[in-house]
């Protein structure tokens, strides 16, 4: 089955510890992306990247890393997470100039 | 990266009305997609607009790209509790470009 999967699907964290968020797309897509949504602000892109070692900022990459050693992966790291980083992320892929295949999400609070 | 307003914010209906959810853009948009977000859920792709004066239907919903490609809607007929969600407009991507900015959403609430 086609699918982007997000993992974990929720994840509780202190201030300070490092965490990965992985992604990864079974489709052979060249573009990936990542985004958070927060209530009243909607979705917001964080990073993205266009193929293997090619990634790219997105309107809110503060505190945020990403890497694309490979194409069906795209993790999204906080060196640092600190509780205004508390939200919903998503992992999206496409093929160029097609819809996005959204993942499920991961919920992440930090206290 | 294009900015996008979508209106409402919020809409709540009765079973059985009709509704329209608007999407607007400070730029000509090379097209537009739509989305719909069940709660805590991922985006679900709804529907691809790319030419001026295009209208799509799937089931119940038709959405439309006015010519000058600055402003999408969103409409549904007689809405039923499945339509219940958060409906968000997404920019097609311009040729190389893939910074993607979407719209605010908009949250629907269908009463049975």
């Known amino acids: 089955e086609a699918q982007v999967t997000q993992n974990p699907r929720y994840l509780i964290t202190v201030t300070g510890k490092k965490l990965t968020v992985t992604c990864s797309q079974n489709m052979n897509h060249e573009y990936m992306s990542w985004y958070r949504q927060d209530p009243g602000l909607g979705l917001r892109q964080i990073y993205y990247?266009?193929?293997?070692?090619?990634?790219d900022k997105g309107d809110v990459p503060e505190g945020y890393k990403v890497s694309r050693k490979e194409k069906r992966n795209f993790p999204l790291i906080l060196e640092s997470p600190s509780p205004n980083q508390t939200s919903l992320y998503f992992c999206?892929?496409?093929?160029?100039?097609?819809?996005?295949?959204f993942g499920n999400g991961t919920r992440l609070t930090v206290t | 990266s294009q900015e996008l307003e979508q209106s409402p914010q919020s809409l709540i209906v009765q079973e059985g009305k009709n509704l329209t959810i608007n999407c607007t853009s400070s730029k000509t948009l090379y097209g537009l997609y739509w989305y719909k977000q069940k709660y805590g859920e991922g985006l679900i792709f709804l529907m691809m607009?790319?030419?001026?004066?295009e209208e799509k239907s799937h089931e119940k919903i038709t959405a439309k790209l006015d010519e000058k490609k600055q402003q999408s809607s969103l409409h549904i007929t007689a809405s039923q509790p499945s339509h219940a969600g958060i409906y968000l407009c997404?920019?097609?991507?311009?040729?190389?470009?893939?910074?993607?900015?979407f719209g605010s959403g908009t949250q629907l609430t269908v009463l049975p």
């Open positions: 607009l790319q030419k001026g004066g």
């Open positions: 999206a892929s496409s093929l160029n100039n097609s819809p996005l295949h």
């Open positions: 997404g920019p097609s991507p311009s040729g190389s470009a893939r910074q993607l900015t």
């Open positions: 990247s266009m193929n293997v070692e090619v990634t």
